[in-house]
């Protein structure tokens, strides 16, 4: 548990990917508690839908477009006057063993999990206020690399890496929150960009990483994780 201190309202948040199940829903919490929510999602349709809810405008990006992520950004923080919350929820699952990803997979993966969050950060952070917070989404895999998800397990272990060292060169100007949730609700899997997934633990509900996520932000956590026995942690 951590400790309470950031008071979320009237806060700046862009949130990329909140076209998404994960996103959506940390937009609507982060809505809740009074902060001004910018959307950011490559569907039109659910793009759309978000950003009534939120009362602003949506940005569109495609994660494996880097100017596409910059102009995003540029957008979100000019709407919101700067940001004070960066929230990435960009993803995509794979399956397949190591010596059988094709190529063309393992590159989808890591230019979505991997090449695209950081282009998302690195266009986010110049609009970010000193004290700012920067929250992406990486996965359990980063702690516990799994059979049949070799190059999504890679992919999010590398992601997970870049965050570290992300933390330890700004720590006195923001802070960085790694989420590393387990499988949960959200049909991921289904929506796989290839590959057959392996069997699966029970999914997690995943308004408890939503929960965990604003308890973060509120606090003074730097990451959301599995802790064996203990479940779900906010640290
Ligand atoms: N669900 C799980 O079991 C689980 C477990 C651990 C970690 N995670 C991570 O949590 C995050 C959110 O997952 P979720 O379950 O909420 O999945 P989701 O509902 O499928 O959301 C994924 C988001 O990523 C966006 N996205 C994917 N490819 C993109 C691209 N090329 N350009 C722009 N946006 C792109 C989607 O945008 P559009 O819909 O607009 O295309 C959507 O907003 C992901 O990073 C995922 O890896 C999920």
């Known amino acids: 548990m951590s400790t309470a201190s950031h008071d979320l309202s009237d806060s700046r948040a862009f949130v990329a990917g909140a076209t998404g199940a994960l996103g959506g829903g940390i937009a609507d919490a982060l809505?809740?508690?009074?902060?001004?929510?910018?959307?950011?999602?490559?569907?039109?349709?659910?793009?759309?839908e978000v950003a009534r809810r939120c009362g602003t405008e949506g940005?569109?990006?495609d994660a494996v477009d880097v100017d596409s992520c910059r102009a995003a950004a540029d957008a979100a923080a000019a709407q919101l006057g700067g940001l004070d919350l960066v929230v990435v929820t960009v993803g995509a699952a794979g399956f397949g063993p190591a010596l059988e990803t094709p190529a063309e997979l393992s590159e989808?993966?890591?230019?979505?999990?991997?090449?695209?969050?950081?282009?998302l950060v690195r266009a986010?952070?110049?609009?970010?206020?000193?004290?700012?917070?920067?929250?992406?989404?990486?996965?359990?895999?980063?702690?516990?690399?799994?059979?049949?998800m070799a190059d999504y397990s890679a992919a999010k272990t590398a992601l997970a890496t870049w965050l570290e060292v992300l933390?330890?060169?700004?720590?006195?100007?923001?802070?960085?929150?790694?989420?590393?949730?387990?499988?949960?609700?959200?049909?991921l899997d289904q929506r796989a960009l290839g590959g057959e997934p392996p069997r699966l633990p029970e999914p997690m509900p995943a308004s408890r990483v939503v929960d965990a996520v604003l308890e973060a932000v509120a606090g003074d956590a730097t990451e959301v994780?599995?802790?064996?026995g203990a479940g779900l942690v906010v640290r």
């Open 225 to 228: 994780v599995v802790d064996r």
């Open 167 to 187: 933390r330890r060169e700004n720590r006195r100007r923001f802070r960085v929150v790694d989420v590393r949730p387990p499988h949960l609700d959200t049909g």
């Open 59 to 61: 940005v569109r990006f």
């Open 108 to 119: 989808e993966l890591f230019a979505v999990n991997v090449l695209g969050p950081m282009s």
């Open 31 to 48: 809505l809740e508690r009074g902060a001004r929510v910018v959307p950011g999602g490559r569907d039109e349709r659910r793009l759309a």
């Open 124 to 148: 986010a952070v110049p609009h970010l206020a000193d004290g700012g917070t920067v929250v992406v989404l990486s996965a359990i895999l980063a702690d516990l690399p799994t059979a049949g």
